[in-house]
């Protein structure tokens, strides 16, 4: 008889497996998150000609969902550390639902009043969304022992790919088929559905329904924090002595500025990839949403490997610091290929050098395990916000930047070779800047009243 356990878990004395089913949520929740994100600059190609909205326009509405994002990042940390990763996630999954439905509603009013009310539910849906990376870092700090973290981080955090090879050929063929305003009730029918599989799914680890007091035990040894949501409730989490030590820590800053780097990425692809295809590329909206598809596999491919390297360098010996290092310079290497497009006509070649950036840049997306190795004991929410705040202001600064760009000379060039560059700052930000990656301290009897003790990481 195993002794120690809660009722609810099993007696099996078998070591369980249940943060693999963790993880594959947070990889569907996450995919479906970055899906809404994604859809607007496929579904906004006929919105833009229904609304007439030129390519500044398109771009503040590209932008809407992460203004509101990058404001609800703090608060967000805060909520999970205070109130818990399942329930406070969970609501946000029902409430972006709803956003998405709102949206395809906006359409039958007139241009102008249409336009705004869309970029409200863009705010509102940025703001509602907030907790969903935070959470995920959260969740993966518990559930999973460090040498298991940067596999189960590059696995939800490659849903941001899988969420285009998902998303893009359906939202295509909805949008060609049905209209744009089809694809937003579509998401918001499919949300409730991945809302309620949440809440049967989603527990703090001591208290799931499946695991084992071995798995329980592994966990803990490796050093996760399976307490992390006993200790909820705590009212230091948002205090300003709490942020001003965050901020004070160079590594820390280092990490945020690199996320900051890499966000830039992922916003042009999710946001003026289908764009650049469709307008400079001169490919049709049914088939932007199948060739957008093999530089998001890349993506997703190069996200999972990335992970899996950087935890297979750790076990080898190399330290810490260098087996998270070493896959984000060489993916930021990689990233920088699609300067290449500026000199080619061959869609084949743009395909291609599209595909290896795409790679590339899931391959060096490891920030949240860097994070979830770096964060100090009870803030991994807070912190996790901050960085996330951080990172996703690429999301209000990069769409604006490109449509200013596009607008004014219209062309691309300038474009990828501004977004290539910031994959060359974020090497800056990671080599330099950041140095030795190692779990943040906080020593007993400061201001904020936490005591956060250094963990093997």
Request: glycine share 12%; aromatic share 12%.
């Given at each position: ?34 899906g809404?994100r ?127 090879v ?11 088929a ?58 230091n ?14 590594m ?53 490997l ?52 795409f ?47 596009v ?51």
């Open positions: 008889m195993v002794t120690g356990l809660n009722s609810s878990h099993t007696t099996d004395t078998r070591r369980t497996h249940v943060r693999y089913l963790i993880v594959l949520m947070l990889f569907a929740a996450s995919a479906f998150s970055y809404d994604f859809a607007l600059s496929i579904a906004g190609l006929p919105m833009a000609r229904d609304l007439g909205l030129d390519a500044l326009h398109l771009g503040y509405l590209f932008s809407g969902f992460s203004w509101a994002y990058v404001v609800g990042q703090l608060p967000a940390g805060g909520l999970l550390d205070s109130f818990g990763s399942k329930r406070v996630y969970g609501i946000s999954i029902i409430g972006w639902s709803i956003c998405a439905a709102l949206v395809g509603f906006a359409g039958f009013l007139y241009a102008s009043l249409a336009f705004y009310t869309i970029f409200a539910l863009r705010l509102l849906s940025g703001l509602v969304q907030s907790p969903v990376f935070p959470g995920n870092g959260r969740i993966v700090a518990a559930w999973f022992p460090t040498a298991e973290r940067g596999t189960a981080s590059a696995i939800f955090n490659s849903s941001q790919y899988f969420a285009l998902l998303f893009a050929p359906i939202i295509g063929w909805i949008a060609h049905h209209g744009w305003k089809d694809c937003f009730w579509f998401l918001g029918a499919l949300g409730l559905v991945v809302g309620f599989v949440w809440f049967r799914v989603v527990y703090d680890v001591k208290a799931h329904p499946s695991i084992s007091q071995e798995e329980i035990d592994h966990i803990a040894q490796g050093g996760g924090l399976v307490s992390v949501d006993r200790t909820q409730g705590k009212s989490a948002l205090t300003r002595s709490i942020i001003k030590r965050l901020l004070s820590s160079r820390l800053v280092g990490i945020y500025i690199g996320q900051y780097c890499i966000n830039t990425l992922t916003w042009f692809f999710l946001t003026w990839f289908p764009v650049y295809l469709n307008q400079a590329r001169h490919m049709s909206l049914m088939t932007v949403g199948f060739v957008a598809v093999l530089p998001a596999l890349c993506g997703c491919v190069g996200g999972v990335g992970g899996v390297v950087s935890d297979g360098l750790l076990r080898a010996g190399y330290s810490l610091t260098f087996a998270r290092k070493a896959p984000i310079v060489t993916g930021m290497l990689l990233a920088m290929a699609m300067i290449a497009c500026n000199y080619t006509h061959a869609q084949w070649l743009i395909v291609f050098w599209m595909a290896l950036a790679l590339g840049k899931g391959f060096g997306a490891l920030g949240w395990t860097v994070i979830s190795d770096t964060s100090p004991k009870g803030m991994v929410g807070v912190n996790g916000g901050l960085f996330n705040l951080i990172g996703n202001l690429a999301g209000v600064t990069t769409p604006i930047v490109i449509g200013y760009i607008k004014r000379t219209g062309s691309f060039n300038d474009a990828l070779l501004f977004v290539g560059l910031t994959a060359l700052m974020a090497i800056v930000a990671y080599l330099p800047i950041v140095g030795t990656i190692q779990r943040v301290e906080f020593p007993t009897g400061t201001e904020s009243g936490i005591v956060a003790e250094r963990t093997d990481a």
